[in-house]
């Protein structure tokens, strides 16, 4: 089979195209012929070497993605019936990469507890946008064990791990509070924000402005760190999604580095966040779709930044620039 992936760290331009055996599924696992696969923010990091600690026991070529959407092609014994999965079907799954083993493949072997049905009325394109950073939100809040009413602020709200977890907190009625440009308000607002304040140098004093107590929780998909734990009342916590930032804050406030591929088999999860994308919980952006060949041309615009919604590479046109 082909994949897109990397035999030396750099920029967008060492994605290429890689041929590797085709695999073949073990007990409870399926087969997926990839349709499409997501550009997300660990994508880079495996590109660029921001992981390579951890991948310097592998071998290259280095395949990233984590996000793909497809059709089971094969299926290993055992899978569990409860799961409603059969060949021919078009579902969606989270991959647990490392070194060769990527989303940005011709076809992957998942476990078949990472793997769910496609939602209702949800295109194959845009079904590869959103398990992974819907779970990752899901972690972050379950992770806090919040009572109904917490005020939770959330930097990088209109980013698509933010807008999940306002999504998920308003839906677990939580006071969430979206930290992003003004000219998201509207979106933050139609997801459950109950207030937008705009980013800034001085964010942390226009929040405690607006709530001088303080929030009992932070999920800082922005990683502003330090920055923000002046409106974090005493005794809160910072969620941190990148490892590096558990060091301890002040006044007793806990940061916690949040990790999804501790979920990545969470089956009732997954399933639980497939029936809110239909149920309409979960909106779905897509920035922009390119062909899989086009890899390098989709990696240089996911580092152009100002993005409103994921990239996709979509492996049903898959040309031959790569």
Not at 15 to 42: E, F, M, S, T, Y
Not at 119 to 124: F, N
Not at 242 to 258: L, Q, T, Y
Not at 291 to 300: E, I, N
């Amino acid at each position: 089979m082909y994949a897109i992936g990397l035999n030396h760290y750099g920029g967008p331009d060492v994605l290429q195209r890689v041929a590797l055996p085709d695999p073949h599924p073990l007990p409870d696992q399926v087969r997926i012929k990839v349709r499409a696969a997501g550009i997300n923010p660990v994508d880079i990091m495996v590109r660029d070497g921001s992981l390579k600690d951890w991948f310097a026991g592998a071998q290259p070529p280095f395949v990233p993605g984590m996000d793909i959407s497809g059709t089971i092609d094969e299926m290993g014994g055992g899978v569990d019936p409860a799961y409603g999965l059969t060949v021919g079907q078009d579902v969606v799954g989270l991959v647990d990469n490392f070194g060769s083993y990527g989303g940005y493949s011709e076809y992957v072997c998942l476990p078949a507890a990472s793997v769910i049905p496609l939602p209702e009325k949800t295109p194959l394109t845009a079904a590869a946008s959103f398990l992974m950073n819907a779970l990752t939100a899901r972690n972050a809040l379950d992770t806090l064990q919040l009572t109904e009413g917490t005020t939770v602020l959330v930097t990088g709200a209109a980013g698509a791990v933010g807008a999940y977890t306002v999504a998920l907190g308003s839906k677990d009625r939580l006071n969430m509070v979206a930290v992003t440009s003004p000219s998201d308000e509207t979106f933050m607002r139609t997801v459950g924000a109950s207030m937008v304040i705009a980013r800034g140098d001085d964010i942390a004093m226009r929040i405690l402005k607006a709530l001088p107590q303080g929030v009992d929780a932070v999920v800082d998909a922005a990683d502003l760190g330090e920055q923000i734990i002046p409106a974090v009342r005493s005794g809160g916590t910072v969620i941190t999604l990148r490892p590096g930032n558990e060091d301890g804050f002040e006044r007793g406030i806990n940061a916690i580095f949040v990790n999804v591929r501790e979920r990545i088999i969470d089956h009732a999860a997954l399933s639980r966040i497939g029936q809110q994308v239909s149920e309409g919980v979960l909106p779905l952006r897509v920035a922009a779709v390119f062909p899989a060949a086009d890899a390098v041309a989709a990696h240089r615009r996911f580092d152009e930044g100002r993005l409103r919604g994921r990239i996709i590479l979509n492996f049903d046109t898959t040309g031959t620039s790569v």
